[in-house]
Nanobody, 121 residues
């Protein structure tokens, strides 16, 4: 069992930056792939970025070169550094954990409660 808690969301102007954190409970977190998803109002939840236990990363095209996913297994914490934010990035952001490397929503077994990111123009 893995419990995930996100933090770091908030309101920022376009062009600004935020760093989201995801703190996990459980000693097995380091063996999971961690993903960041987001869901905007009226839209489906989509993968933003994922990172395997070994550090292999994958990004949605819309955030490449702006967002960086990372993890510190010693601290049981994952991060999403978001730069050059745009109004289109406004959404609730969720971290999630999967036993396999996947970009598919349904493969992620554990989810945080979500944190709101709002980007004003």
């Amino acid at each position: 069992q893995v419990q995930l808690v996100e933090s770091g969301g908030g309101l920022v102007q376009a062009g600004g930056s935020l760093r989201l954190s995801c703190t996990a409970s459980g000693r097995t977190f380091r063996s999971y792939t961690m993903g960041w998803f987001r869901q905007a109002l009226g839209k489906q939840r989509e993968l933003v970025a994922a990172i395997t236990s070994g550090g292999i990363t994958n990004y949605a095209d819309s955030v490449k070169d702006r967002f960086t996913i990372s993890r510190d297994n010693a601290k049981n914490t994952g991060y999403l550094q978001m730069n050059t934010l745009m109004p289109g990035d406004t959404a609730v952001y969720y971290c999630a954990a999967s036993r396999i490397y996947s970009t598919t929503y349904s493969d992620y077994l554990y989810w945080g409660q979500g944190t709101q990111v709002t980007v004003s123009s």
